[in-house]
C-alpha cells in the first residue's frame, strides 16, 4: 500500500530506532505482548498510609516518622534496582 519513497523512509526509522535502543527492537520483533510489571511502589505507598493511623496509635509519631523514612529507602531502592537492570545507570 505504501510507496517506494515512503517504504525506503521507514526502513530508515527502523534501522535508526534499533540502532539506538537493540532492547526496543529486540521486543518490538518478538510480537509478545509486554508484561506488567506489578505495581510494588504503588502497593507499598497505599500499604503505609493505611498503616499510617495505627503506627500513631501505637507507637506515636516517632513510629509513623520512622515507617514513612523506611517507606521512601525502599522505594529508592526499587527505583535505583529498575533503572540499573534496565540498563541506564
Keep these: 500500500m ?3 519513497s515512503d517504504r525506503r523512509v521507514l526502513a530508515d526509522i527502523e534501522h535508526h530506532l534499533s540502532a539506538g535502543d537493540p532492547a ?3 521486543r518490538m520483533r518478538s ?5 506488567c510489571a506489578f505495581p510494588t511502589v504503588s502497593v507499598l505507598c497505599v500499604g503505609t498510609f493505611l498503616s499510617t493511623p495505627f503506627l500513631g496509635l501505637f ?3 516517632r513510629g509513623v ?9 525502599v522505594i529508592l ?5 529498575r ?3 534496565r540498563g541506564r545507570f
Excluded at 510480537?31 to 508484561?35: I, L
Excluded at 516518622?65 to 529507602?73: F, K, M, R, S
Excluded at 531502592?77 to 534496582?81: E, G
Aim: one cysteine or more; proline letters at 10%.
Design 2 to 4: 505504501l510507496e517506494e
Design 24 to 26: 526496543f527492537a529486540r
Design 31 to 35: 510480537g509478545d505482548p509486554p508484561a
Design 59 to 61: 507507637l506515636g509519631p
Design 65 to 73: 516518622l520512622i515507617a514513612i523514612n523506611v517507606t521512601a529507602v
Design 77 to 81: 531502592l526499587i527505583l535505583l534496582c
Design 83 to 85: 533503572t540499573y537492570h
